[in-house]
């Protein structure tokens, strides 16, 4: 018996020793980072890791990862993959920064970003980059000064959602090459559920494309503003179908069509919204549908676009 013991745990240690890293070393469910931490496998908030990628790597499916100040060394460090479920929260800072591109890729995957700003400074790559997953929410982020894009939602599975709240998306793209705010263009096999509650958009190249060619698109945007747009305000272009409800909005000052519906299956409808100060107000190319509840703002552009017809159901002498 006092041979056995011995046998049994080296034995036990020799199985430990060969199990893969995740099992190895125990992930956490909350992890740190700092732009004075040091690189570890742990990211406690005694010992912060230096990077999103490492706190990420470090973090269980589901965890959290809290930033412990602005982060201005981050730079270093400009990427970040994500490929589980996993938020990042940096509520407790007044400015925390995170450079360049975020890539979301994964299969059934919920990805939340808080509190956080995301600086392009003059990157072709997107903001944030979604290919693959089921959810992605932002709330009370700033993401700006991308040459390209800000966020390209481009999933590959069905009934993938977006949701942005409170949030400012200013200073993307370079008109009139393109780029901008928002791009929704679902890849082969995918479709979009997006909702905007509270966004603005400011001096993008455009600030929203809706592109159906190879997945259909549902989106709700309501209390924002978009405004000052270099080259569009809104362009919805579709293949299969987008279904596009605005409420309560603005788009006001934008070069261009503030808001464009083109192809047979591109339908919109707006309600309660100021559309002023625009080249074009309201564009309809190809069969592309907008269609009003009667109770616009529409005026003072270049173009109306004007009069409208009702959404089925409602009438009324506003446009």
């Known amino acids: 018996m006092r041979k056995l013991v011995p046998l049994l745990a080296g034995l036990a240690a020799v199985v430990i020793s060969g199990l893969p890293g995740s099992l190895a070393q125990a992930k956490t469910y909350k992890s740190y980072i700092s732009a004075t931490g040091t690189a570890n496998v742990n990211c406690t908030l005694a010992a912060p890791c230096p990077?999103?990628?490492s706190a990420h790597d470090a973090t269980a499916p589901g965890g959290e990862i809290s930033c412990l100040d602005g982060g201005a060394s981050f730079a270093v460090f400009p990427s970040l993959t994500i490929t589980k479920s996993i938020?990042?929260?940096c509520g407790n800072l007044p400015h925390a920064h995170f450079p360049l591109s975020i890539v979301i890729n994964a299969l059934g995957i919920v990805v939340k970003i808080r509190n956080l700003t995301i600086n392009g400074t003059g990157s072709f790559s997107p903001g944030i980059d979604f290919q693959n997953g089921a959810e992605l929410v932002l709330e009370n982020c700033l993401i700006h000064l991308y040459s390209g894009v800000a966020i390209r939602f481009q999933p590959s599975t069905p009934d993938s959602q977006l949701s942005i709240t409170s949030s400012l998306i200013e200073n993307n793209g370079t008109a009139p090459s393109g780029g901008g705010g928002l791009?929704?263009?679902?890849?082969?096999?995918?479709?979009?559920?997006i909702v905007l509650d509270n966004v603005k958009f400011r001096y993008n190249a455009t600030a929203i494309l809706l592109s159906s060619a190879n997945g259909a698109i549902e989106m709700v945007m309501k209390d924002s503003a978009i405004r000052s747009s270099l080259s569009n305000g809104i362009l919805s272009q579709a293949g299969t179908s987008i279904n596009f409800v605005i409420d309560h909005s603005s788009l006001t000052n934008n070069v261009g069509n503030a808001l464009q519906s083109l192809g047979a299956n591109s339908n919109i409808?707006?309600?309660d919204?100021?559309?002023?100060?625009?080249?074009?107000?309201?564009s309809s190319v190809s069969g592309g549908v907008v269609e009003s509840f009667k109770n616009n703002q529409i005026g003072g552009n270049g173009r109306?676009?004007?009069p409208l017809n009702?959404?089925?159901g409602f009438s009324g002498t506003m446009q």
């Open 87 to 89: 938020t990042i929260d």
């Open 269 to 271: 409808s707006i309600g």
């Open 273 to 282: 919204s100021t559309i002023s100060g625009n080249d074009v107000g309201v």
């Open 51 to 53: 990077t999103f990628q």
């Open 304 to 306: 109306d676009g004007t």
């Open 310 to 312: 009702a959404v089925s």
């Open 183 to 193: 791009q929704v263009m679902p890849s082969a096999g995918g479709s979009a559920r």
